[in-house]
């Protein structure tokens, strides 16, 4: 079936320094790409998300960039700070169901001080 | 201020034991979802409603039941048949499909 690859599984990074968290799809239907952080013992919270007619998006010091011709989607992060810590998520919706999301398996970012 | 509420946070199950989990949103959202958490995987779609009485199976529907009688409400039963319940449960719903999903903070369920 399809999947979402998600890499590295966990990324420790200095405060102040940028995170980088890379995914790949395999559905070349898939249209909308979305990123979660997830708190310890808290749902998934929505922090960017990108549609395939856009190449880059940026809010803050957030942004996500996609290549749609080799299938792949990445989060940056930059200046990092301590509240960044968290499990993040990326996402591909399912080509032929507007509403299934295929998930990767997260990413454990840690911000050392 | 609009929202999921997820009930309760944790829950315990006997063997043989049917359970509901509780979800509840009012931000007017037509689309409600169910996902099961394991440690170190992504989520995995259980059930997902589009509108009012109507919902689709996900991925990993076997041993789960839902209701959409309401549009605020979707409840999910984790029933008997369901062999290893043991799992975060989270709920989430949208304007439409592929919008943006909005999530409760999950019920830890466990087996005694």
């Known amino acids: 079936g399809e999947n979402v690859e998600q890499h590295p599984s966990t990324l420790s990074v200095q405060e102040g320094d940028s995170a980088v968290i890379k995914c790949t799809y395999s559905d070349s239907a898939s249209n909308y790409f979305p990123w979660y952080k997830q708190e310890l013992g808290k749902g998934p919270q929505l922090i960017i998300d990108i549609r395939s007619n856009v190449g880059e998006k940026k809010d803050q010091r957030i942004a996500v960039t996609l290549n749609k011709t080799a299938k792949h989607f990445s989060l940056h992060i930059t200046e990092t700070q301590p509240e960044d810590s968290a499990v993040y998520f990326c996402a591909a919706s399912m080509g032929d169901s507007n509403y299934q999301l295929i998930w990767g398996a997260g990413t454990k970012l840690i911000i050392k001080p | 201020d609009g929202g999921i509420t997820q009930s309760p946070k944790y829950l315990f199950r006997k063997e043989g034991q049917n359970v509901t989990l509780s979800c509840e949103q009012n931000?007017?959202?037509?689309?409600m979802y169910w996902y099961r958490q394991d440690p170190g995987q992504g989520l995995r779609l259980i059930y997902y409603s589009q509108i009012v009485n109507d919902f689709q199976k996900g991925d990993i529907a076997e041993g789960y039941s839902v209701s959409r009688e309401k549009k605020e409400s979707f409840p999910l039963t984790v029933t008997s048949a369901q062999k290893n319940p043991t799992a975060f449960y989270l709920c989430?719903?949208?304007?439409?499909?592929?919008?943006?999903?909005?999530f409760g903070d999950g019920t830890r369920l466990s087996i005694l």
């Open positions: 989430a719903s949208s304007l439409q499909g592929t919008q943006p999903q909005h």
């Open positions: 931000l007017n959202h037509d689309a």
